[in-house]
Nanobody, 119 residues
Framework: QVQLVESGGGSVQVGGSLRLSCAAS????????MGWYRQAPGKQRELVAT??????????TYADSVKGRFTISRDNAKKMVYLQMNSLKPEDTAVYYC??????????WGQGTQVTVSS
């Protein structure tokens, strides 16, 4: 059974930091290519960071809006995916989700974790 549980969200002030965690169970973690998504009120869900592996090499990508501030990582042994978020801005306020990079809107999603950045 596939399950994704996100945690680590909260309320911070501008410039603050948070570290999000995602615990994956079932076959989903074996899929190469995990990502963090976010959905702000009234907006579509967007992909903000991805992590894939090619042999022993790890590849990461970031949306322009978070590049240089967010860092995605994973621990395969623990089946965890992380998102370190620094220099947070009010526009980072959203519900954050982890999922595979091939996830579709109608597919399985966890409950997400709320991040609120206030000025």
């Amino acid at each position: 059974q596939v399950q994704l549980v996100e945690s680590g969200g909260g309320s911070v002030q501008v410039g603050g930091s948070l570290r999000l965690s995602c615990a994956a169970s079932g076959s989903i973690f074996s899929i190469n290519g995990m990502g963090w998504y976010r959905q702000a009120p009234g907006k579509q869900r967007e992909l903000v960071a991805t992590i894939t592996s090619g042999g022993s090499t790890i590849y990461t990508t970031y949306a322009d809006s978070v590049k240089g501030r967010f860092t995605i990582s994973r621990d395969n042994a623990k089946k965890m995916v992380y998102l370190q978020m620094n220099s947070l801005k009010p526009e980072d306020t959203a519900v954050y989700y982890c999922n595979t990079i091939r996830a579709t809107p109608s597919g399985y999603w966890g409950q997400g974790t709320q991040v609120t950045v206030s000025s």
